[in-house]
C-alpha cells in the first residue's frame, strides 16, 4: 500500500512540474461553427416569457380581479394556482415554483372606489438578479397601463395604485451577487478540465507516455495520479475566487462551507473525470485543448449562467441534465445567496457524481486498452 501511494505521489508531482514548466498556452479555434451556431441559436436568449407568479387576493372584489386579469392575460406571465395565506406564497418563491408573488390587500377595490391610494404588495425572487429586474419593468408597464384606465374612468388625480416591491435573497438586485459565484464554477471548471485534459495528450505528444504504460504502475494508479493535480489546482482556483467574492467584491455568503465543499469536490469529480476521458481521446495537446473548448463553450451556455434554463427548448433542458456545471452553479448560488447547507445539495451531489465515475470508468478503460 506506501509503494504505491509513493507511485502516485510521484506521479502527482511530475504533473504538477510539467504544469509549471509549461506555462505557455496555445490558442486553437473553439470548433466547429455549426454545433455552436445550433447550441446557441436555441439556448442564448434573454427574453423572458411566461413568468410563473402566485396571487393571494384578499379583496375579490371586481378591482382587484381586473387586476389580476392583465397579468394573466399578458403573454410575459403565467398565473398559477390561487393561493390562501401567506406561508403558501412565501414557499412558491422558496421552492421555485414561481418567479413572482403578488399580494392583494382586503381594501384594494375600496380605496380605488374611494379616490385612496390601493397597494400591493409584488415579491420577486431576487436569485437571478437579471430575471427579476426584466419582470420588474414587466409588472410596472401593466400596472401603469391600469393606472391609466382608472384615471379615464374615475377621473382621478393621484395614482389610484401604489407599487410595493421587494426582491428576496438579493434586495438591491445587485448583478454581482448572481454572477461572481457563477464565474467560480466557470473558471474551476476550465482550470481543471486545461489541467487533465492536455496531461495524457501532452505525454503522447513528448512520446513519454508509452514510458508510463510500461512501468510497475496499473492503469488505476495512472488514472489517479493525473486526476489528483486537477484536484489540487481547481479547490485552489475555487478557493480563491470565493475569497475574491467575498472580500473584495462584498457578495454575501450566507450558507454552509462544508456543503459548499462538499459539493466542490463532487463538480471537480465530474469535471476531472471528463477531461481525462478527453485527454484519453486526444493523439496531440491541439486536439485535447480543442475537445475541451469544444466542451466549455456548451456547457456554460447550458448552465443556467446568464439564461434561465427553464426558457430553453424542452429538448435543450433534457440536454443540460448532462452538464455538471448546472449542479455546481446552484450549489454556489444557494451557498452565497440562500443560506443553505448540506441537507439541500444531495439532488446536485449525485448527479456530480454520477458523471464523473461514468467519464472515469470510460477514461480506466482507454486506459487498459493502451496498456494492451
Known sequence: ????????????????????????????????????????????????????????????????????????????????????????????????????????????????????????????????????????????????????????????????????????????????????????????????????????????EMGTFDQLLVTPMPPTEILVGKALPGFLVGTGEATLIIVVAIFWFHVPFTGSLVGLYLGLLCFLFSSVGIGLMISSLAVTQQQGLLGVFLFMVPAIVLSGFATPIANMPRAVQYITLLDPLRYFLIVLRVSFLEGGGTSLFWPEYWPLLTIGLSCMIVAGNLFRKRLA
Open 1 to 204: 500500500m506506501r509503494a504505491r501511494l509513493q507511485r502516485v505521489f510521484a506521479l502527482v508531482v511530475k504533473e504538477l512540474l510539467a504544469l509549471l514548466r509549461d506555462p505557455a498556452s496555445r490558442v486553437v479555434l473553439i470548433g466547429p461553427p455549426i454545433i455552436q451556431l445550433i447550441v446557441f441559436g436555441y439556448a442564448a436568449t434573454f427574453e423572458l416569457k411566461h413568468v410563473p407568479f402566485v396571487v393571494y387576493n384578499q379583496d375579490q372584489g371586481l378591482l382587484s380581479r381586473e387586476f389580476i386579469a392583465r397579468f394573466a392575460g399578458a403573454p410575459s406571465f403565467e398565473l398559477l394556482q390561487p393561493v390562501g395565506n401567506q406561508t403558501a406564497l412565501e414557499q412558491a418563491i422558496d421552492d421555485k415554483s414561481a418567479l413572482m408573488a403578488m399580494d392583494i390587500g382586503p381594501n384594494f377595490s375600496a380605496d380605488l372606489e374611494r379616490g385612496r391610494p390601493a397597494h400591493v404588495q409584488i415579491i420577486l425572487d431576487g436569485r437571478d438578479s437579471n430575471t427579476a429586474a426584466i419582470a420588474m419593468g414587466y409588472v410596472q408597464s401593466i400596472v401603469t397601463r391600469f393606472n391609466q384606465t382608472q384615471l379615464v374612468q374615475h377621473d382621478m388625480k393621484p395614482p389610484p395604485t401604489v407599487l410595493l416591491d421587494r426582491a428576496w435573497f438579493n434586495p438591491n438586485l445587485d448583478s454581482r451577487w448572481f454572477i461572481v459565484p457563477g464565474i467560480c464554477g466557470i473558471l474551476t471548471l476550465l482550470v481543471s478540465m486545461l489541467t487533465t485534459g492536455l496531461s495524457v495528450a501532452r505525454e503522447r
